[in-house]
């Protein structure tokens, strides 16, 4: 069975911490990405990756920045928590449109 | 990417069809319609997605209009783990990258 992982279903960090949620995927797909999901907002795009190495920012990228170092592994990372971050993150990947994308379970970082 | 419009919420009873309009009267030639659905506390869940004929896969069924500005997804014999909010969403093929959720419709599935 396919699968988008991340590492942590429930995290609690404090203000100011520097804070990486991890996402891996098993299907060799190109494309990658990182929404956060708000009661009310929906689930709005931070960041997207087409490529290793290769990163291009979504609708909210502030306070966020991402790395992928390798195909498989897409990482999101708080630079300086805040409490406004306190959310649900959900790591996606996809093949070559027009194929679905595949979602991870989620993260819901609280920060304090 | 064009704009979709969804009811907010519908109820369909267990084991009867549940059918999920989709208004996308803007869409233009290369954009494909894509369902998904999440259930309480879990990702989102690609169901189905077609261009202009209609699709069929072991989850749904996805009518697109002749004109394709509206669609409905067809969940045959609906049951209890059906309940979650549905996403009808319009992207274009040029654009392999962005998927811009709405609200969606919050599905309620009754015995």
């Known amino acids: 069975d396919v699968k988008v992982t991340q590492s942590s279903r429930y995290l609690v960090k404090r203000t100011g911490e520097k804070v990486f949620l991890e996402c891996v995927q098993d299907?060799?797909?190109?494309?990658m990405f990182w929404y956060r999901q708000d009661p009310g907002l929906g689930l709005r795009l931070i960041y997207f990756?087409?490529?290793?190495?290769?990163?291009e920012k979504g609708d909210i990228p502030e306070g966020y920045s991402v790395s992928r170092e390798k195909k498989e592994r897409f990482s999101l990372i708080l630079e300086s928590a805040s409490t406004n971050q306190t959310s649900m993150y959900l790591c996606?990947?996809?093949?070559?449109?027009?194929?679905?994308?595949?979602f991870g379970s989620g993260t819901r970082l609280t920060v304090v | 990417d064009a704009k979709t419009t969804q009811p907010t919420s519908m109820d369909c009873a267990e084991g009867r069809a549940a059918n999920l309009p989709c208004n996308h009267s803007t869409i233009s030639g290369n954009e494909y319609v894509y369902w998904y659905r999440q259930i309480h506390s879990q990702g989102p869940q690609y169901i189905i997605h077609?261009?202009?004929n209609n699709e069929t896969n072991e989850m749904a069924s996805l009518i697109i209009t002749e004109d394709r500005k509206s669609s409905t997804l067809i969940l045959p014999h609906a049951t209890l783990r059906d309940t979650a909010v549905y996403y009808c969403i319009v992207r274009a093929r040029s654009n392999d990258y962005k998927l811009s959720f709405g609200a969606g419709t919050t599905v309620t599935v009754r015995a």
């Open positions: 077609g261009l202009k």
């Open positions: 990756s087409y490529d290793v190495k290769m990163k």
């Open positions: 996606a990947s996809s093949p070559q449109v027009p194929y679905g994308y595949t």
């Open positions: 299907m060799d797909h190109e494309n």
